[in-house]
């Protein structure tokens, strides 16, 4: 290596740690010259061309701030962005996955944002982009995710939603009803948002039915703000314990004791995995098989997950959720019984 390539070298490698140490110190009222100048043992005159690299060519946007220490007035310098955490390029290569696993959903209307100055900020700066090959890492990573079909239109409705939430203040929904198919309107008290599966849900009262009632956040055609109308968020309401007990997102305030029966072809997955805070592994049978238990109400909603596993679960207790799942099969089967003498009728007249 010859000796321009060193001084190279040596010179970005300051420049980062530089930028580090800003970073660090910027919650603290930032750094002076003084302290750069006994931390990196250069210069003055240096401390000021690193600084004018790092805001000019670099485009780190810095601050000067006076600041009075044991008495003497001094210059310190402070991101302009504010204080980023010291990340490993592990770590930011981990946060800037878990953004683009958001693709599709209600925060999708400020994911790109969010991407370009998380790209900007701790890749560009602080590491090599070309070792962390960011656009090349996002390309060999497929998501598979439900999307939603307008995912910016939702999100419009979801920034509203959080920020009646933060100020308190009501908001009128117009409301699309699934099992009516129709639109209602509602004025609705916000008291909290449930994710579940990337999607988004609106928990508050209803002031029409006097009640709490959840929203699905993409079912909501509009929002109105009534900023004017604020309202007391009540202090004897608890969000994670009002859906402590909730299988999904709905909690209908009836809390049953389940018991299933997995067979041997999954029960690797379920003794890996926690459905509900309430799961407990009371069985393993000598055919490996296992019986799971679960303290949970929102059971419409377990009946949809249980359709899921076919033939692979059983449900022992209690008595008419067993009769509920053979009536719910029965109905599948007919569907599809329905279908295949369609289908063998058109074959024969073929």
């Not at 878990?98 to 890749?123: I, M, P, R, W, Y």
Request: glycine share 6%.
């Amino acid at each position: 290596m010859t000796e321009r390539a060193k001084k190279d070298a040596t010179k970005g490698l300051r420049l980062n740690m530089i930028i580090d140490l800003i970073n660090k110190r910027t919650p603290y009222g930032g750094v002076t010259v003084n302290e750069l100048m006994d931390k990196f043992e250069v210069a003055e005159r240096q401390v000021y061309r690193d600084l004018n690299t790092i805001a000019n060519d670099l485009r780190v946007p810095l601050v000067k701030q006076e600041r009075h220490i044991e008495g003497i007035k001094k210059t310190c310098y402070c991101l302009e962005v504010g204080y980023l955490p010291s990340l490993s390029p592990e770590k930011a290569t981990v946060l800037f996955l878990s953004l683009l696993q958001q693709k599709g959903s209600a925060l999708t209307g400020h994911l790109n944002e969010l991407k370009d100055a998380l790209v900007s900020t701790l890749f560009k700066y602080h590491y090599n982009p070309k070792e962390l090959a960011v656009e090349k890492l996002q390309n060999r990573i497929h998501l598979v995710e439900e999307t939603l079909v307008e995912p910016e239109q939702v999100g419009e409705m979801f920034s509203k939603l959080v920020q009646a939430l933060k100020v308190c203040y009501r908001v009128k929904i117009k409301y699309f009803v699934t099992h009516s198919q129709k639109e209602t309107e509602r004025v609705v008290e916000p008291y909290g948002l449930i994710c579940k599966r990337q999607n988004w849900y609106l928990v508050g009262q209803c002031l029409e039915r006097n009640a709490i009632r959840v929203f699905r956040v993409d079912q909501i055609r509009d929002v109105f703000p009534y900023t004017s109308e604020t309202f007391q968020y009540p202090t004897d309401f608890d969000l994670k314990e009002y859906m402590a007990h909730s299988w999904g997102v709905m909690n209908d305030g009836e809390v049953c004791q389940i018991r299933l029966k997995f067979n041997h072809r999954v029960a690797h997955r379920v003794k890996n995995l926690i459905y509900h805070p309430s799961q407990v592994l009371e069985e393993e049978l000598p055919d490996g098989s296992i019986i799971v238990g679960f303290r949970v109400c929102g059971i419409t909603e377990m009946k949809t997950w249980l359709v899921q596993w076919g033939d692979t679960v059983e449900v022992l207790e209690p008595g008419w959720l067993r009769e509920d799942m053979c009536k719910l099969a029965e109905g599948i089967l007919r569907v599809y019984q329905g279908e295949l003498g369609d289908f063998s009728n058109r074959k024969v007249e073929a």
